[in-house]
């Protein structure tokens, strides 16, 4: 009984992300690259081929006629827009910008285009407003370590966090204090990405102004 109320909590609080769109699943359909780019304003997407041609405009309501939520990693209403990125050269930007059908294209490198790998992207929102973990994590992920390698003591482990806030990262690991629905707090290193790249969690944009 106990158990089912935790869960019920938990649902609840990951209503807060119908409003905007945010990554919640592992190895679901959504493509997640080496990092992302943040998009302001309206950036023009281009063609893989040699002689790059335009595809289309990416602005807040998505590109040609395809919605946010299947363009966008991660969308807000106050204007955060991320882009997954694949791989980059001295001049492009290669992206997923079809989330959907899993299109790729260019977008030029300028000022109003930041780019952040993972663990950058934890330090500046995850430190600042936490992070969560994706639904349907398997529970062997939800453990905390002594120190962030899995040979280390396995200090602690959860089931549905309330909160989990992000104080250091190493890695592909980050320590973390986590705050349960039944106010008890656990402090250790969680892996927060796979070897091969997949991520188990991701910085909290709903606490994001």
Known sequence: MRRFILFFF??????????SYFPVYVNSSTYYGTGVIS???NVEIYSL????QIIGTINQNGINNLAPENVFLVSKENGIRLLPVKSDDDEWYIVCYNQTKKLFGRI?????????NYPQLF???GRKNGIYIFRNLPDKYKKLYSSPNEESTLVDSFTFPKHIALWLISGDWVLVKVTTYDAQTKTGWLRYRSENGTLFAFPDFTQEN
Request: charged share 20%; no cysteine.
């Open 39 to 41: 998009i302001k304003g």
């Open 108 to 116: 030029k490198k300028a000022e109003n285009i930041d780019y952040m």
């Open 10 to 19: 938990f649902l609840l609080s990951q209503t807060a992300f119908a409003a």
């Open 123 to 125: 330090n500046l929102y």
């Open 49 to 52: 081929e040699n002689n790059p």
